[in-house]
């Protein structure tokens, strides 16, 4: 793997690893996307459907998976945008380097995993 760094922000990270991390983070945002185009979209209403408890049911599960990936969309678009502005790959809490096999993992992520931990370990 190449070891050229890009841009202040991303020491830690070569064009390679830029480059892979943008892609996976667009398809990402067009995946996130159409799931929400779909969960918009009116469900048909079918006798087969059975009881009003199994509508509401899956009313809800609906509602909160469109909840959940509007989340990780927007943690995508920010992720976008801080890899324009030279910021991507430093953590939000510390400014130290987030690990770049973390980043490969979650790349939309925010903090590097010690800041992680302690923001959960925070009731």
């Known amino acids: 793997m190449n070891q050229q760094t890009v841009g202040e922000g991303t020491p830690h990270l070569s064009a390679e690893d830029l480059a892979a991390l943008r892609e996976n983070l ?8 159409e799931q929400l185009r779909r969960l918009a979209a009116p469900v048909g209403s079918r006798a087969e459907d059975g009881p009003a408890r199994q ?20 943690d995508v678009e920010a992720a976008l945008r801080r890899m324009d502005d030279g910021s991507y790959g430093t953590c939000r809490v510390c400014r130290c380097p987030i690990d770049r096999e973390r980043l490969m ?3 939309q992520v925010r903090r590097c995993t010690a800041c992680q931990q302690v923001g959960e370990a925070v009731p």
């Open 55 to 74: 509508t509401a049911a899956r009313t809800e599960i609906r509602v909160k998976l469109a909840a959940s990936a509007r989340m990780v969309l927007t």
């Open 26 to 33: 667009h398809e990402q945002l067009l995946f996130r996307q």
């Open 105 to 107: 993992i979650v790349p």
